[in-house]
């Protein structure tokens, strides 16, 4: 009998080009691809393009819907929405008791928030005592705000972490009147009354239009005949239900950037890097980290908020990125691009068109210098020179990689720039790409520096169509290993066909204990399962902070039709080579020095030379799951097998072995627990007894004999 073939589909919802790809869900390859305008115009907004996508990719591929067992997509609209000023009127009811009144009072009455240059969001503010609360008396505060034109209401109560009735009760009330509500407690449940209630006025602010564009889209979804899940990326990395989406759109912020990174870490296999997603005008560049994308709370309009999501920064130079020149020199190059100015790219012409260049200085916008470059052939036709086109001159951009373009043709379009400067053609592109590269560099550092990412470790990882045109000279002026993504320009959609459900759990917990700690995690590991992840591979990370006292417990999982699938188990001569080749070591040299019945722990031995007369030796560390994925990579660390009947003694003994007492200073290491292909982050975790009860919680119900290895590197925290 013939096994029925099964797919994904994963859509990313950018900002020019919505995009979709179809997978094959047993071996991830891509079958169809499909894109169209962006269809911010439409009275039905992005979720025409979002259907007209998914659509095309199944008629195209001969796709039966039935076949679809997971669809999602990536959006653009919290982002653009809130740059726009397209949010509705937010009215915010504060509550608190009489004696915590004055101080509620104006923690909850948020300011004006600039949401882009000259646009700004003004919420309107009510307060209540928590004596004066009735259903009666928040009727008559919803009914003046709604006369005053609010469409949406927060309910914020101080300590309403602790106690949800009063925001519950709110909400309810504003329901009955046809209001949409959100509870500041839905959002987040860290103290803070200020912080928290101006996430929740930005949640509401988006809520009408994107709970009308999750109705047209799952509307039509269901229409085509898909009954799989409709997932949306979330802005940390991971994706969520439309449900979800539905209460809490200002998680989906920055899920473009967050798709790319799905991407890496599923279709690539990255472990440690820093990845660029290029596109013609702007790059991002993040940090991967333990396998996973580093997070910090998003900023709006120079405000704090409650809401994950990527640490991205971005940079205006890219693909596109034009050449600017002073004299006999380069000046610069970017931040306007091809695209901004409206003109093709000269690597992407035909050698015949570029006819008897001329050097053309132009403005692309009015206020630009005038300094750009371009050329101008005998035609009349302008072309563009930019980081594409100098790649593509030095020979950098392999065939196969989209930034790949006739070098020839850039070469004949370089020839009045080469005249003009006095140096060879090749020269002009080598100098155009340092340029461009002295913008990425400073960025580059000071995330392997911030992250604590081990040079020999960290991989450049280049995503999106320009990447080819930046990553491969920046890498070898870093003297780093990178890789461009197979199907870069798509990889967004990729990642978004195979993120893992996440979900994360913050608490402010002074001093917490291990009940505590255990009790976070099950929240979190409950929350994902709720959410469609298999809970044999859902994978929790503790982060203790001790200055803020928060407690963050982040749960990433598989969708159960994914989880089915992964049943590619590499040899152990297939993983050995995988972790010799990441360690730069010859396999021979490696020994496995623990292993689950689905993961690998192996560790090289290196001898470094300091200060030309001493030798030390370090330890490199790989676990290699059983789809040939390095789950975990360091550059030294103690390793040690065990089993669940003897674990925790283990874990004691290899904490206590490899803490440091420094004075009046503790040094505590970062640990990683492994069981069967699960992997347990304690390195936000600062205190062996904590370590010993989230570990036990995770070896629990397991049988005395069943293998689990410990992974320690020694960190840099001081307690």
Same mark, same amino acid.
């Given at each position: 009998?013939?096994?029925?073939?099964?797919?994904?589909?994963?859509?990313?919802?950018?900002?020019?080009?919505?995009?979709?790809?179809?997978?094959?869900?047993?071996?991830?390859?891509?079958?169809?691809?499909?894109?169209?305008?962006?269809?911010?115009?439409?009275?039905?907004?992005?979720?025409?393009?979002?259907?007209?996508?998914?659509?095309?990719?199944?008629?195209?591929?001969?796709?039966?819907?039935?076949?679809?067992?997971?669809?999602?997509?990536?959006?653009?609209?919290?982002?653009?929405?809130?740059?726009?000023?397209?949010?509705?009127?937010?009215?915010?009811?504060?509550?608190?008791?009489?004696?915590?009144?004055?101080?509620?009072?104006?923690?909850?009455?948020?300011?004006?928030?600039?949401?882009?240059?000259?646009?700004?969001?003004?919420?309107?503010?009510?307060?209540?005592?928590?004596?004066?609360?009735?259903?009666?008396?928040?009727?008559?505060?919803?009914?003046?705000?709604?006369?005053?034109?609010?469409?949406?209401?927060?309910?914020?109560?101080?300590?309403?972490?602790?106690?949800?009735?009063?925001?519950?009760?709110?909400?309810?009330?504003?329901?009955?009147?046809?209001?949409?509500?959100?509870?500041?407690?839905?959002?987040?449940?860290?103290?803070?009354?200020?912080?928290?209630?101006?996430?929740?006025?930005?949640?509401?602010?988006?809520?009408?239009?994107?709970?009308?564009?999750?109705?047209?889209?799952?509307?039509?979804?269901?229409?085509?005949?898909?009954?799989?899940?409709?997932?949306?990326?979330?802005?940390?990395?991971?994706?969520?239900?439309?449900?979800?989406?539905?209460?809490?759109?200002?998680?989906?912020?920055?899920?473009?950037?967050?798709?790319?990174?799905?991407?890496?870490?599923?279709?690539?296999?990255?472990?440690?890097?820093?990845?660029?997603?290029?596109?013609?005008?702007?790059?991002?560049?993040?940090?991967?980290?333990?396998?996973?994308?580093?997070?910090?709370?998003?900023?709006?309009?120079?405000?704090?908020?409650?809401?994950?999501? +990527?640490? *991205?920064? $971005?940079?205006?130079? #890219?693909?596109?990125?034009?050449?600017?020149? @002073?004299? =006999?020199? !380069?000046?610069? %190059?970017?931040?306007?691009?091809?695209?901004?100015?409206?003109?093709?790219?000269?690597?992407?012409?035909?050698?015949?068109?570029?006819?008897?260049?001329?050097?053309?200085?132009?403005?692309?916008?009015?206020?630009?210098?005038?300094?750009?470059?371009?050329?101008?052939?005998?035609?009349?036709?302008?072309?563009?020179?930019?980081?594409?086109?100098?790649?593509?001159?030095?020979?950098?951009?392999?065939?196969?990689?989209?930034?790949?373009?006739?070098?020839?043709?850039?070469?004949?379009?370089?020839?009045?720039?080469?005249?003009? +400067?006095? *140096?060879? $053609?090749?020269?002009? #592109?080598?100098?155009?790409?340092?340029?461009? @590269?002295? =913008?990425? !560099?400073?960025? %580059?550092?000071?995330?392997?520096?911030?992250?604590?990412?081990?040079?020999?470790?960290?991989?450049?990882?280049?995503?999106?169509?320009?990447?080819?045109?930046?990553?491969?000279?920046?890498?070898?002026?870093?003297?780093?290993?990178?890789?461009?993504?197979?199907?870069?320009?798509?990889?967004?959609?990729?990642?978004?066909?195979?993120?893992?459900?996440?979900?994360?759990?913050?608490?402010?917990?002074?001093?917490?204990?291990?009940?505590?700690?255990?009790?976070?995690?099950?929240?979190?590991?409950?929350?994902?399962?709720?959410?469609?992840?298999?809970?044999?591979?859902?994978?929790?990370?503790?982060?203790?902070?001790?200055?803020?006292?928060?407690?963050?417990?982040?749960?990433?999982?598989?969708?159960?039709?994914?989880?089915?699938?992964?049943?590619?188990?590499?040899?152990?001569?297939?993983?050995?080579?995988?972790?010799?080749?990441?360690?730069?070591?010859?396999?021979?040299?490696?020994?496995?020095?623990?292993?689950?019945?689905?993961?690998?722990?192996?560790?090289?031995?290196?001898?470094?030379?300091?200060?030309?007369?001493?030798?030390?030796?370090?330890?490199?560390?790989?676990?290699?799951?059983?789809?040939?994925?390095?789950?975990?990579?360091?550059?030294?660390?103690?390793?040690?097998?065990?089993?669940?009947?003897?674990?925790?003694?283990?874990?004691?003994?290899?904490?206590?072995?490899?803490?440091?007492?420094?004075?009046?200073?503790?040094?505590?290491?970062?640990?990683?627990?492994?069981?069967?292909?699960?992997?347990?982050?304690?390195?936000?975790?600062?205190?062996?007894?904590?370590?010993?009860?989230?570990?036990?919680?995770?070896?629990?119900?397991?049988?005395?004999?069943?293998?689990?290895?410990?992974?320690?590197?020694?960190?840099?925290?001081?307690?």
């Amino acid at each position: 009998m013939t096994q029925r073939k099964t797919c994904r589909i994963g859509i990313d919802v950018g900002g020019t080009f919505t995009k979709a790809v179809l997978i094959d869900n047993s071996t991830f390859e891509v079958i169809e691809r499909y894109s169209v305008l962006t269809t911010h115009a439409d009275p039905r907004g992005v979720a025409k393009g979002v259907i007209e996508v998914f659509s095309n990719v199944l008629q195209r591929s001969g796709t039966d819907p039935s076949d679809v067992v997971f669809l999602a997509h990536s959006t653009t609209q919290a982002t653009n929405a809130l740059l726009e000023g397209d949010v509705a009127p937010v009215g915010v009811i504060g509550m608190a008791s009489r004696v915590e009144s004055l101080l509620a009072k104006g923690q909850s009455n948020i300011k004006e928030i600039e949401l882009a240059p000259g646009r700004f969001m003004r919420p309107l503010h009510r307060f209540i005592t928590t004596e004066n609360r009735t259903e009666d008396s928040v009727r008559a505060v919803l009914e003046e705000l709604r006369a005053e034109g609010v469409e949406v209401v927060v309910a914020s109560s101080a300590f309403g972490v602790d106690d949800q009735s009063g925001e519950e009760m709110v909400m309810r009330v504003a329901t009955s009147l046809g209001m949409a509500a959100t509870g500041g407690h839905e959002i987040t449940k860290l103290y803070g009354l200020t912080t928290r209630t101006r996430t929740a006025v930005i949640n509401a602010s988006i809520l009408p239009k994107m709970i009308a564009t999750a109705n047209m889209t799952e509307a039509s979804v269901r229409e085509a005949g898909i009954a799989a899940p409709l997932m949306i990326m979330r802005g940390d990395g991971g994706v969520m239900d439309i449900q979800e989406m539905r209460r809490r759109p200002a998680v989906t912020m920055l899920s473009g950037p967050a798709a790319s990174v799905a991407g890496a870490l599923m279709y690539l296999k990255v472990s440690d890097g820093i990845y660029f997603e290029v596109g013609g005008t702007s790059t991002n560049i993040g940090v991967i980290r333990n396998g996973r994308p580093t997070v910090k709370y998003a900023r709006v309009g120079g405000h704090d908020t409650y809401v994950n999501s +990527l640490d *991205v920064r $971005v940079i205006g130079i #890219a693909g596109g990125s034009m050449v600017r020149v @002073s004299g =006999k020199d !380069i000046a610069d %190059v970017g931040p306007r691009s091809a695209h901004i100015a409206g003109l093709p790219y000269s690597a992407f012409a035909d050698p015949a068109d570029i006819e008897d260049p001329q050097l053309d200085l132009f403005r692309p916008k009015d206020g630009d210098p005038d300094d750009y470059v371009a050329i101008r052939t005998r035609s009349g036709t302008r072309y563009a020179i930019t980081n594409t086109c100098a790649a593509n001159v030095l020979g950098l951009v392999k065939e196969g990689w989209h930034a790949r373009g006739n070098a020839e043709a850039a070469r004949r379009a370089m020839m009045p720039l080469s005249e003009r +400067l006095g *140096v060879p $053609v090749e020269e002009v #592109a080598r100098r155009i790409l340092e340029k461009a @590269s002295t =913008k990425v !560099i400073p960025v %580059v550092e000071s995330l392997l520096m911030e992250y604590k990412l081990d040079r020999d470790q960290a991989m450049l990882v280049g995503e999106g169509g320009g990447a080819a045109a930046l990553i491969p000279f920046v890498a070898d002026r870093m003297k780093l290993a990178f890789k461009i993504s197979q199907d870069a320009e798509v990889i967004s959609s990729i990642g978004v066909a195979l993120a893992l459900v996440r979900e994360s759990v913050e608490r402010v917990i002074p001093n917490p204990s291990p009940e505590d700690l255990q009790r976070i995690k099950r929240e979190a590991f409950d929350a994902v399962v709720r959410l469609g992840a298999a809970p044999e591979n859902v994978e929790v990370t503790i982060e203790v902070d001790a200055q803020t006292q928060r407690v963050r417990a982040t749960a990433m999982g598989a969708s159960e039709m994914r989880a089915q699938d992964l049943l590619k188990d590499v040899s152990e001569d297939e993983a050995r080579n995988i972790a010799a080749t990441s360690m730069g070591l010859a396999p021979e040299s490696l020994r496995l020095v623990a292993a689950t019945d689905q993961m690998r722990v192996f560790q090289g031995s290196v001898e470094e030379r300091k200060w030309r007369f001493f030798k030390s030796r370090r330890s490199p560390v790989r676990a290699v799951d059983r789809e040939g994925v390095i789950r975990i990579q360091r550059s030294d660390g103690v390793v040690v097998g065990a089993n669940a009947g003897n674990g925790l003694a283990e874990l004691r003994q290899l904490w206590e072995q490899v803490t440091i007492y420094n004075g009046d200073s503790i040094i505590t290491p970062d640990m990683f627990v492994i069981s069967g292909r699960r992997v347990v982050d304690l390195s936000g975790v600062t205190a062996l007894d904590q370590a010993l009860a989230i570990g036990g919680s995770e070896l629990e119900g397991l049988a005395p004999e069943t293998p689990v290895a410990f992974i320690s590197v020694q960190g840099a925290r001081g307690i």
